[in-house]
């Protein structure tokens, strides 16, 4: 599949997408199912506090929410189908800031902050604006989120440049559909060094790449949340969300030689494959995988509430039916502590 026709398929997914829902906003709705609901989305947790758009009648309003979180979802900010496709171990602090107009209309800019190593300190941003519509009987939203790296060749860093995520759930059925979709794209620099026999001497060349990668994914899910009040003081509220998912998706990657020492010619198609593996797990021996059923995955999600402040906490289990490495089972884990004001 070209370039060009990735994007088409994908561009006509979120369309599609963005056709099922057509019911009008609501003024006022039910604060205790619109937790529930929203705790549903593998997105950042400061979207977990929409219920601030909620006063004490149920009126929307605008407001400012502010979280830390430690996780380690580090390639996408807003998808588990992409986080699953991360090599790296490890977590991050994520200190988040965001402001939601009663509009719907939102905008959140993230930190990515790796801690207690060599390289610790500050290695990535996210800036994200969004777009999240609540209906009586569904609900939908749609956000596109940029990342600005400042040490691209940190194995934390997501290979993604750009990102857009959109997702739609019905609100009336006791089981609850909900259908995602993620497009990410981006670009980073493969830097290796090889060792070389030369009259019986090893010397090092640098071995320099370009890789392109593009990604769209399509989770299908199932879940149902429950609600409790007055667990640790009164007033408080606590949400049970889990959810069984379907992942399918599209990968893409394309490798450009930029540099190559002592004219040893580019790298094979294979090489290229391997190195790309250690960052990122494609799953396919060509440079474009068919659109495919992925992975089968269950997930998780406590919210506690009090006023202003709560506490959120989230597991995501994935099993990969076709896996590129040694392990068929992606595990991602999120806790985090916010404030609405």
Known sequence: MKMTSFRSFTLVSFLLLLGF??????????????????????????????????????????FFSATVSVS????????????????????????????????????????????GTSSAGLYQMAFTPSYDFIGSKSMAGISYTRY??????????????????????????????SL??????????????????VRG??????????????????????????NFSDVLANGDMLTVLPQLSLIGGIQQYNSTPLTRNMGYGPRSKLDDLERVRERYNFRSSSTTSNFMLQTAAASL?????????????????????????????AHIFNLSVGITF
């Open 21 to 62: 829902h057509s019911s009008a906003q609501l003024t006022k709705i039910d604060t205790a199912a619109i937790r529930a609901d929203l705790s549903f989305m593998d997105k950042d947790s400061l979207l977990k506090e929409l219920k601030g758009m909620l006063d004490s009648s149920g009126n929307q309003k605008s």
């Open 148 to 177: 600005l790296k400042t040490d691209p060749t940190n194995s934390f860093a997501t290979p993604y440049d750009n990102e857009v995520y959109g997702y739609f759930q019905m609100r009336k059925t006791w089981i609850r559909p």
């Open 72 to 115: 380690n979802r580090l390639f996408s900010s807003t998808n588990n189908a992409f986080n699953a496709q991360q090599t790296s171990s490890g977590a991050a602090i994520l200190p988040s800031v965001s402001y939601y107009h009663k509009s719907g209309l939102g905008i959140t800019s993230t930190a990515y902050i790796r801690p």
């Open 301 to 329: 999600n406590l919210s506690w509430y009090k006023g202003a402040f709560s506490f959120s906490g989230g597991y995501f289990m994935g099993y990969y039916f076709q896996s590129a490495t040694s392990s068929q089972w």
């Open 180 to 197: 995602t979709l993620g497009w990410a794209e981006g670009s980073y620099k493969d830097v290796s060094t090889i060792p070389v026999s």
């Open 201 to 226: 001497n090893t010397i090092w060349i640098t071995d320099t790449s370009s890789i392109t990668i593009n990604d769209f994914s399509v989770i299908a899910g199932i879940s149902h949340g429950f």
